[in-house]
């Protein structure tokens, strides 16, 4: 079977990503949840990184952020 004519996944022809499409399914499997599994799930969801600068050649001390801290 060549390439032109294999099935393509769905998601892929919507011209998303697989992260994309997995958000997505997450975000509503999330909202279907009742309490309390909803408001646990939602606690899971949050992103933590750290950002850290480089002045030099020398990283200085990294922070710690949330996707709500813009």
Known sequence: MSATT???????AAGMTYIGYS???????????KEPFKSEAASREKVHFSISKW?????E??????ESDD
């Open 23 to 33: 958000n997505i399914c997450a975000a509503l499997v999330r909202n279907c949840l």
């Open 61 to 66: 001390k990294p922070t710690v952020r949330t």
């Open 6 to 12: 294999a099935a393509v996944p769905f998601w892929r």
């Open 55 to 59: 002045t030099d050649g020398k990283q």
